[in-house]
């Protein structure tokens, strides 16, 4: 029966894999935006009007990202807890023999919830690192035809 539970226990690793590289992903993207964080703190002593205005609206958006990041980061890391609770469920069930299916599923079900948020958070991170990255609209000079 142990190589049922082995089956069983499949399906759960292949989402902590997803998860693990959906946290290494998330990792770089915190390292890259502290990295920016930093160098913009830098640049606030040193600018002066609209430039110090341009530094202070990316300092704020760079914060905003720096949260939802950490934030997606700690529900995947509980998502990834919940996989490897909802694992040691399915042995400790077939090596004790009390039925144990159910709890195993609401932890899976508690992995799969956290999963998502972790995801929206980071669809909202890519949201505001976008808008922060957009080109203006003068820049693109728009009015020109002979380009």
Known sequence: MIAHTIQLAMAPVFVLVAIGNIMAILSTRL???????RYLQNRHGETVGVDHDMVVTEIRATDERIVLVTRAIFYMVISGLAI??????????????????????????????????????????TRVAAATLRIPRDLLELHRKDI
């Open 31 to 37: 390292g890259r935006v502290v990295d920016r964080s």
């Open 84 to 125: 490897g609770t909802t694992v040691a469920i399915l042995f400790v069930e077939e090596m004790v023999g009390f039925k144990l299916e159910s709890i195993a599923a609401v932890f899976f079900l508690i992995a799969i919830a956290m999963l998502m948020w972790a995801l929206v958070l980071f669809l909202r991170e």
